[in-house]
Nanobody, 126 residues
Framework: QVQLVESGGGLVQAGDSLRLSCAASGRTFSNYVMGWFRQAPGKEREFVGR????????DYADSVKGRFTISRDNTKNTVYLQMNILKPEDTAVYYC???????????????????WGQGTQVTVSS
């Protein structure tokens, strides 16, 4: 089992940058594919991006591609979400999640993640 704690959320203006962190504790962090998801008020939780166990592969939703970057430091048991050129439509609660599934398109789906953080609020004002 792994425990996840996100941090770094806040209120920013459109065009600003923000970096979220997700610290993991428990089982070996490098065993997990890590994902970031977000949920805006009244909407379903959606995929933002994912990173492979080694960090060598990443994948992003079209809505954030080119603006967001996921990275991980397995020595620090931490995954990051660097968000640039933020837009008001990026406003949401952001969640990190851990999956023991193999690296595959299924990692884009909530069901492949067995462990979730509590979420951190990101608000982008126009």
């Amino acid at each position: 089992q792994v425990q996840l704690v996100e941090s770094g959320g806040g209120l920013v203006q459109a065009g600003d940058s923000l970096r979220l962190s997700c610290a993991a504790s428990g089982r070996t962090f490098s065993n997990y594919v890590m994902g970031w998801f977000r949920q805006a008020p009244g909407k379903e939780r959606e995929f933002v991006g994912r990173i492979s166990r080694s960090g060598g592969s990443t994948d992003y939703a079209d809505s954030v591609k080119g603006r967001f970057t996921i990275s991980r430091d397995n020595t620090k048991n931490t995954v990051y979400l660097q968000m640039n050129i933020l837009k008001p439509e990026d406003t949401a609660v952001y969640y990190c999640a851990a999956s023991l599934w193999s690296w595959s398109p299924s990692n884009r789906h909530l069901n492949s993640y067995g462990y979730w953080g509590q979420g951190t609020q990101v608000t982008v004002s126009s």
